[in-house]
C-alpha cells in the first residue's frame, strides 16, 4: 500500500472556523492536564479530561473530542522525547486539526464530504486534484484541516494499491546526475541545466544582497525567497522525472549517492564557484521523485554504487584517473573518446544490467546482491512526498 496526502480546497464555512477554533480549545484543556501530569497515555488522558472537556465544551461531540486527545497525546508524546526540557505545546485557535475516520465521511463519486462539525455533520464539495483522479483509492485514512489565510484545505491521507512492478528487467537505463547537465542518460540522451542553474544564481544574488542588509522587512522577504526557490526547485525536479520515466527502459539505475557530501569527489569535478552554485541541489528529492514516479509506472529503481564510475571507461573497462579530463573522457588504453557524464552513465547502466545478470540463475532476489564492488539498494516505495 502507498499512503499520499492530497490538498483539497473546502468553502470557508463558519460552521468550520468554529470547528477548528473549539477544537484546538479541547486540545489545549487535553495538552495542559498531560503536561501537569507528564503523560500522553491517551487512558489517562482520556480519564483525566473527558468529562471536563464535554463539559466546558458540549457543542464538540465525543467522536471529535477523542480526535482532539489523540492530538494531544502527540504533541505530548514529542515533549515527552525531549524529557519535558520544552516549552508547553500551544494551539492557536487556527492551527490545524486532524479527524479520523469516524469524523468524516468522503464520497468521492459524487464529489462531496461530509464532516463533523460543532454544528452536527455537514456535507461539503470537494474537489479532488485531477492528477489523482485516475487512482482507485481504497481507503481515506484520515484527513488534516488547515486554515490558511482566508482558506481552509483539507489534506486527505489516502491508501493507493502497490503498483506491479517488473522485477525481472531486462532494459536499463543509466542515470548520471551531472554538472553542466542536470541528467545524462545512458541512452544518449541530455537534459540541460543551464536555466536551473540561472534561476538559483539569482535567488543566491538576491539572497546575499538581502542578508547584508538583516532588517526585519528583509527576514520575512527572505523567507518567501525560500519558498519560492524550493517550489520552482521542486517542479524542475518532476519535470526531469517525467522525462526519465516516460523513456522506454523497464528500469532505471542510479547511482547511489547517500552519505556524499557536496565537498566529495563527485562534485569536485568542477570549479569552486559551480559547486556553491550546485550545493543545495535537491537531490535527493529527485531521487524520491523519480523512485516514485517510476514505480508507479511500474519500472524498477536500482541504486548501485558511484565507485569509478567516471574514471572507467565503459567501452573497455580500463579505470584511470586521467580517463578523465573536464567533460571529455579519453580512455588511455583503448582511446575511445565519449563524453564525459555519458560515459558514467553507460557505467551507471552497466552495473545495473550486471545485477541482474548475475541473479540469472535463481529469482532474482536483488537485496542479496550486495557484491563487493557495489552495493545495489533496490528502490521501495517512500510512504508520501
Ligand atoms: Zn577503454
Same mark, same amino acid.
Given at each position: 500500500?502507498?499512503?499520499?496526502?492530497?490538498?483539497?480546497?473546502?468553502?470557508?464555512?463558519?460552521?468550520? !472556523?468554529?470547528?477548528?477554533?473549539?477544537? +484546538?480549545?479541547?486540545?489545549?484543556?487535553?495538552?495542559?492536564?498531560?503536561?501537569?501530569?507528564?503523560?500522553?497515555?491517551? +487512558?489517562?488522558?482520556?480519564?483525566?479530561?473527558?468529562?471536563?472537556?464535554?463539559?466546558?465544551?458540549?457543542?464538540?461531540?465525543?467522536?471529535?473530542?477523542? &480526535?482532539?486527545?489523540?492530538?494531544?497525546?502527540?504533541?505530548?508524546?514529542?515533549?515527552?522525547?525531549?524529557?519535558?526540557?520544552?516549552?508547553?505545546?500551544?494551539?492557536?485557535?487556527?492551527?490545524?486539526?486532524?479527524?479520523?475516520?469516524?469524523?468524516?465521511?468522503?464520497?468521492?463519486?459524487?464529489?462531496?464530504?461530509?464532516?463533523? =462539525?460543532?454544528?452536527?455533520?455537514?456535507?461539503?464539495?470537494?474537489?479532488?486534484?485531477?492528477?489523482?483522479? @485516475?487512482?482507485?483509492?481504497?481507503?481515506?485514512?484520515?484527513?488534516?484541516?488547515?486554515?490558511?489565510?482566508?482558506? !481552509?484545505?483539507?489534506?486527505?491521507?489516502?491508501?493507493?494499491?502497490?503498483?506491479?512492478?517488473?522485477?525481472?528487467? =531486462?532494459?536499463?537505463?543509466?542515470?548520471?546526475?551531472?554538472?553542466?547537465?542536470?541528467?545524462?542518460?545512458?541512452?544518449?540522451?541530455?537534459?540541460?541545466?543551464?536555466?536551473?542553474?540561472?534561476?538559483?544564481?539569482?535567488?543566491?544574488?538576491?539572497?546575499?544582497?538581502?542578508?547584508?542588509?538583516? =532588517?526585519?522587512?528583509?527576514?520575512?522577504?527572505?523567507?518567501?525567497?525560500?519558498?519560492?526557490?524550493?517550489?520552482?526547485? =521542486?517542479?524542475?525536479?518532476?519535470?526531469?522525472?517525467?522525462?526519465?520515466?516516460?523513456?522506454?527502459?523497464?528500469?532505471?539505475?542510479?547511482?547511489?549517492?547517500?552519505? !556524499?557530501?557536496?565537498?566529495?569527489?563527485?562534485?569536485?569535478?568542477?570549479?569552486?564557484?559551480?559547486?556553491?552554485?550546485?550545493?543545495?541541489?535537491?537531490?535527493?528529492?529527485?531521487?524520491?521523485?523519480?523512485?516514485?514516479?517510476?514505480?508507479?509506472?511500474?519500472?524498477?529503481?536500482?541504486?548501485?554504487?558511484?565507485?569509478?564510475?567516471?574514471?572507467?571507461?565503459? @567501452?573497455?573497462?580500463?579505470?584511470?584517473?586521467?580517463?578523465?579530463?573536464?567533460?571529455?573522457? &579519453?580512455?588511455?588504453? &583503448?582511446?575511445?573518446?565519449?563524453?564525459?557524464?555519458?560515459?558514467?552513465?553507460?557505467? !551507471?547502466?552497466?552495473?545495473?544490467?550486471?545485477?541482474?545478470? @548475475?541473479?540469472?540463475?535463481?529469482?532474482?532476489?536483488?537485496?542479496?546482491?550486495?557484491?563487493?564492488?557495489?552495493?545495489?539498494?533496490?528502490?521501495?516505495?517512500?510512504?508520501?512526498?
Amino acid at each position: 500500500m502507498m499512503i499520499r496526502t492530497i490538498q483539497c480546497p473546502l468553502p470557508l464555512e463558519q460552521s468550520l !472556523i468554529d470547528t477548528v477554533c473549539v477544537y +484546538n480549545q479541547a486540545v489545549q484543556v487535553v495538552i495542559d492536564a498531560g503536561w501537569e501530569l507528564r503523560s500522553y497515555n491517551k +487512558n489517562v488522558l482520556h480519564a483525566k479530561t473527558y468529562a471536563a472537556v464535554r463539559e466546558q465544551l458540549p457543542n464538540l461531540q465525543s467522536s471529535l473530542v477523542q &480526535c482532539a486527545r489523540d492530538m494531544a497525546s502527540a504533541s505530548l508524546k514529542l515533549a515527552k522525547k525531549k524529557g519535558w526540557q520544552c516549552k508547553k505545546p500551544v494551539k492557536k485557535p487556527t492551527s490545524s486539526i486532524r479527524f479520523n475516520q469516524r469524523t468524516f465521511t468522503p464520497f468521492l463519486e459524487s464529489g462531496t464530504i461530509s464532516i463533523s =462539525t460543532i454544528d452536527g455533520r455537514k456535507v461539503y464539495p470537494i474537489v479532488i486534484p485531477s492528477y489523482f483522479q @485516475r487512482y482507485q483509492f481504497s481507503t481515506v485514512n484520515a484527513m488534516v484541516l488547515k486554515v490558511k489565510n482566508d482558506k !481552509i484545505i483539507a489534506f486527505l491521507n489516502i491508501e493507493i494499491a502497490d503498483p506491479i512492478v517488473n522485477d525481472r528487467p =531486462t532494459s536499463f537505463l543509466g542515470v548520471d546526475r551531472g554538472i553542466n547537465n542536470a541528467v545524462v542518460a545512458s541512452d544518449n540522451t541530455f537534459l540541460n541545466s543551464s536555466h536551473i542553474k540561472d534561476v538559483k544564481y539569482k535567488y543566491q544574488k538576491l539572497r546575499q544582497s538581502l542578508q547584508s542588509k538583516g =532588517t526585519r522587512r528583509c527576514k520575512r522577504k527572505l523567507k518567501s525567497l525560500a519558498g519560492r526557490e524550493r517550489r520552482f526547485m =521542486t517542479g524542475e525536479n518532476y519535470k526531469i522525472a517525467a522525462w526519465l520515466v516516460a523513456k522506454p527502459f523497464d528500469c532505471i539505475v542510479l547511482e547511489n549517492l547517500k552519505g !556524499i557530501k557536496t565537498n566529495s569527489k563527485k562534485q569536485k569535478k568542477v570549479g569552486k564557484q559551480a559547486r556553491k552554485r550546485f550545493a543545495n541541489w535537491a537531490y535527493y528529492q529527485l531521487e524520491l521523485i523519480i523512485t516514485n514516479k517510476a514505480l508507479e509506472a511500474g519500472k524498477m529503481v536500482l541504486f548501485v554504487s558511484p565507485k569509478y564510475t567516471s574514471q572507467r571507461c565503459s @567501452r573497455c573497462g580500463h579505470v584511470a584517473k586521467d580517463n578523465r579530463h573536464g567533460a571529455e573522457f &579519453c580512455c588511455k588504453q &583503448c582511446g575511445f573518446s565519449i563524453h564525459a557524464d555519458l560515459n558514467a552513465a553507460r557505467n !551507471i547502466s552497466e552495473r545495473g544490467k550486471a545485477v541482474f545478470g @548475475r541473479a540469472k540463475v535463481n529469482r532474482p532476489n536483488v537485496a542479496r546482491y550486495d557484491a563487493a564492488e557495489f552495493l545495489p539498494r533496490i528502490a521501495a516505495a517512500s510512504p508520501r512526498l
